[in-house]
T-cell receptor, first 115, second 114 residues
Framework: GAGVSQSPSNKVTEKGKDVELRCDPISGHTALYWYRQRLGQGLEFLIYFQGNSAPDKSGLPSDRFSAERTGESVSTLTIQRTQQEDSAVYLC?????????????FGAGTRLSVL | DAKTTQPPSMDCAEGRAANLPCNHSTISGNEYVYWYRQIHSQGPQYIIHGLKNNETNEMASLIITEDRKSSTLILPHATLRDTAVYYCIVRGAYSGAGSYQLTFGKGTKLSVIP
């Protein structure tokens, strides 16, 4: 399919371990977003990439969180020294530029459980 | 961006039209209305958007009142798979700067009843 792909779909880790989550956006989409969604809660913005511009990292909750994107392709979100409060679904979305920014296509998410 | 108000929940019989209202009385002239939905355990899904004219696509129709203070999302023949939380959001025109993250309110939980 041509949708946004995220892996793994589920990740169980122990407190203190590092995890890496991957997102493959839709081909041709220059904008990429990472969000977090805790159980029963709304979307929480984490980080935004647009082409080769500097990313907007204003939503990252702590310096344990980082993300990279190579050009307009794959992105990885890394959480170091995971804590139990990091347990959530991590969603990736991609979009075109311009007004298309508000038409975001989401992946199925990675469900992270920190024990 | 203008605030939106939606009823917390609605029921709809399978096969009937589902009409989901949204109030956005403080909307300004260059702000668009977007609708998304989130089916349980899935990522949000874009449905439709509009500025002032009514819009229709393969998923739904969007009716925006003439004064633009409210809108209605119509699913013409609701199925069980349409059971989801539906979000109405208002966002301004693209300005070329900043990021464009989505912020959802509580939305309307639509239950399609067999």
């Amino acid at each position: 399919g041509a949708g946004v792909s995220q892996s793994p779909s589920n990740k169980v880790t122990e407190k203190g371990k590092d995890v890496e989550l991957r997102c493959d956006p839709i081909s041709g989409h220059t904008a990429l977003y990472w969000y977090r969604q805790r159980l029963g809660q709304g979307l929480e913005f984490l980080i935004y990439f647009q082409g080769n511009s500097a990313p907007d990292k204003s939503g990252l909750p702590s310096d344990r969180f980082s993300a990279e994107r190579t050009g307009e392709s794959v992105s990885t979100l890394t959480i170091q020294r995971t804590q139990q409060e990091d347990s959530a679904v991590y969603l990736c979305a991609s979009s075109l530029q311009g007004q298309g920014h508000y038409i975001q296509y989401f992946g199925a998410g990675t469900r992270l459980s920190v024990l | 961006d203008a605030k939106t108000t939606q009823p917390p929940s609605m029921d709809c019989a399978e096969g009937r039209a589902a009409n989901l209202p949204c109030n956005h009385s403080t909307i300004s002239g260059n702000e668009y209305v977007y609708w998304y939905r989130q089916i349980h355990s899935q990522g949000p899904q874009y449905i439709i958007h509009g500025l002032k004219n009514n819009e229709t696509n393969e998923m739904a129709s969007l009716i925006i009142t003439e004064d633009r203070k409210s809108s209605t999302l119509i699913l013409p023949h609701a199925t069980l798979r349409d059971t989801a939380v539906y979000y109405c959001i208002v966002r301004g025109a693209y300005s070329g700067a900043g990021s464009y993250q989505l912020t959802f309110g509580k939305g309307t939980k639509l239950s399609v009843i067999p």
